[in-house]
């Protein structure tokens, strides 16, 4: 338990929300940037999923890990963690603007992965300990609404930027700011474990890395709920990446323009249901364990005709209006999933298990699933033309999304035993 009085530990997770925010507007700011790149440096649909995706996965998955380990370690301050990972990918960031070529931009990209690989873990296993269980999940919530809120930024002042000053200067101008957030972090954040002195048996009885993935990957529960979060992010990160350039190429519309209405109904929606879909997870675990898993799967199956009938729909404007409550629906199992997989694990192995989650959201959603996009979307382009992104979207969006459902239903038969297992 902590000693941090209530307003302090709510001082702490709003500044952590604005450290997420950071950290996903300049993960994201490329989708809206992709078609000016596009056009500036020649890029095909391929080498723009290569981008956008994989360059930042590939780093930000395989380093998650051993930072999650270190931020577990007893005496380390996971504030430090967070403010030097935050100085690293914001200053990346900017240096994306400089890019001449594709390969200084995948590379740059790859920059940003490595710093933001050390911001989620260390911040979940923070906030965990300060929330107790039953007010865990909109405690998550709460710092989730980070991806809703810095992408809908990212949307907004992307397109505007792109449009005013270039994309160049756009990741300059999203850049800098995270420099300053991480002084703050450092200066007025405090982290409770590493102020209490560490007794020898904590040390000796951290758990090793194959233990921490041993008890994690044991739990049928985390097993259906991370197999889920895969293909979930899968279309979180394809409508998040693809859906701006599927508005601009099927119906020809600007930068500026998409990013207004799709990143309203993008940033809104996804906000709305992340804040809904934790009040909601508390509320339901109270009715039943089993039931902080039910909500989140009858979202995710709504949302997959919502998603496809806006990708296939004639008029943008219908597009957009379908997609507002389609991305909240598909973002409602945000905060309940992270609960339940906090839960699952020790207190040791939190950190790491809020990495795992994250490894199957961007190793699979972001870092194959965009590729594959692309490389889908270059393939039946000779036959469709311009509108290649909006028909493999709406074939590969409907289909993760209902995987997702499923899994996440099946999940709700192991929770009350292996939650209570836990403590």
């Not at 911001?119 to 965990?128: D, E, K, N, Q, V």
């Amino acid at each position: 338990m902590t000693t941090m009085s209530p307003r302090r530990v709510k001082l702490t997770v709003y500044v952590l929300l604005l450290v997420y925010i950071l950290n996903f507007l300049d993960r994201q700011i490329v989708g809206i940037l992709a078609q000016s790149i596009s056009k500036d440096l020649h890029l095909t649909d391929t080498q723009i999923g290569l981008m956008t995706g994989l360059a930042f996965a590939l780093f930000y998955t395989s380093l998650g890990i051993p930072i999650a380990r270190l931020a577990d370690r007893p005496g380390t301050s996971r504030v430090k963690v967070i403010a030097v990972c935050l100085t690293a990918w914001s200053a990346m960031t900017a240096l994306c603007g400089a890019a001449g070529s594709f390969a200084q931009l995948f590379f740059a990209r790859v920059g940003v992965g490595i710093g933001e690989a050390g911001g989620t873990p260390p911040a979940h296993s923070l906030i965990a300990e300060l929330s107790p269980p039953e007010k865990r999940a909109s405690a998550l919530s709460l710092y989730q609404l980070g991806p809703p809120l810095g992408g809908l930024i990212a949307m907004v002042m992307g397109g505007y930027l792109a449009d005013t000053i270039g994309w160049r200067w756009a990741f300059v101008v999203v850049g800098a700011p995270g420099v300053l957030l991480a002084l703050v972090v450092f200066l007025f954040l405090r982290d409770p474990r590493s102020e209490r002195p560490v007794p020898e048996a904590a040390k000796a009885a951290q758990t090793t890395f194959v233990e921490a993935f041993a008890h994690i990957w044991s739990s049928r529960a985390n097993r259906l709920i991370l197999a889920s979060v895969a293909f979930a992010a899968t279309a979180n990160y394809g409508m998040l990446i693809w859906g701006p350039i599927f508005l601009q190429r099927s119906f020809g519309i600007s930068a500026s323009q998409t990013g207004l209405w799709f990143g309203l109904a993008n940033g809104i929606g996804s906000a709305l249901g992340v804040w809904y879909g934790g009040q909601l997870g508390d509320r339901m675990r109270a009715r039943g364990k089993q039931h902080l898993m039910t909500a989140p799967a009858l979202s995710l199956a709504l949302s997959c005709p919502l998603l496809v009938a806006g990708l296939l729909v004639p008029d943008w404007h219908i597009a957009v209006l379908l997609f507002f409550p389609a991305i909240g629906l598909l973002w409602l199992h945000v905060g309940p999933t992270y609960s339940a997989v906090q839960g699952l694990v020790p207190s040791s192995s939190r950190a790491t298990a809020s990495a795992s989650i994250l490894l199957m959201q961007n190793l699979f959603g972001l870092g194959l699933g965009s590729p594959l996009i692309g490389k889908l979307s270059d393939h039946f382009k000779p036959d469709v033309g311009a509108d290649s992104v909006r028909c493999v979207l709406a074939v590969l969006v409907g289909v993760v999304t209902l995987a997702a459902a499923v899994l996440q239903w099946r999940s709700r038969k192991y929770l009350p035993v292996e939650l209570d297992r836990a403590g």
